[in-house]
């Protein structure tokens, strides 16, 4: 199967993972590394973007990831953002369940969905975008090969300090070489 690997597979996100889902959006630990917002949001707010933006997008495709133990849906990984003409698009990687942090799990789900991106969809281009004191993240994203492109400085409050946000990307001939 193309989204699995030895712990985890990915699967399309549905409406019956609003409620999951909302309970991540509105834990503050996880959103201080992914969303440039905190702030708590309605399960109404929550159903609306699921609806909306996630499922009802024709320029994304979002997973669940779930632990292939016990069926858990752990978190969601997407391509957003996909431009067909060329041939780009932006990954998203968010662990809402802490217990899954500092284990490995974002690595592998983030390799699934690079091998998604890069060899079945055929993209040229993968990018995504990263808080700078969000070490574990960055390290990560250079693990995997990307490459940092550029910085939007004090982009983001948080904690009465300003920060940066990293732009980074990764061509398709750059993932193909890694994974020779």
């Known amino acids: 199967m193309l989204f699995e690997s030895s712990r985890i597979y ?70 957003v953002h996909m431009d067909d003409k060329n041939r780009n698009g932006e990954c998203i990687l968010e662990l809402g369940n802490k217990a899954y942090w500092g284990k490995g799990y974002g690595t592998e789900a ?35 090969g990307f490459k940092q492109e550029g910085i939007s400085r004090q982009s983001i409050y948080r904690e009465g300090q300003w920060h940066d946000i990293i732009h980074m990307g990764m061509l398709q001939e750059e993932y193909r070489a890694a994974i020779a």
């Open 10 to 79: 990915l699967r399309k996100m549905t409406e019956a993972d609003v409620e999951l889902y909302h309970q991540w959006r509105n834990d503050m630990v996880v959103m201080q590394t992914t969303s440039p917002h905190l702030e708590l949001v309605s399960l109404e707010d929550t159903r609306q973007f699921v609806t909306q933006v996630i499922l009802g997008s024709n320029t994304s495709k979002n997973y669940m990831i779930v632990d292939k133990e016990n069926h858990e849906a752990i978190g969601i990984t997407a391509i």
């Open 110 to 144: 983030l390799q699934l969905l690079l091998h998604y991106a890069f060899l079945e969809c055929n993209l040229h281009r993968m990018a995504l975008r990263v808080f700078s004191f969000n070490d574990r993240a960055i390290r990560l994203y250079l693990k995997l």
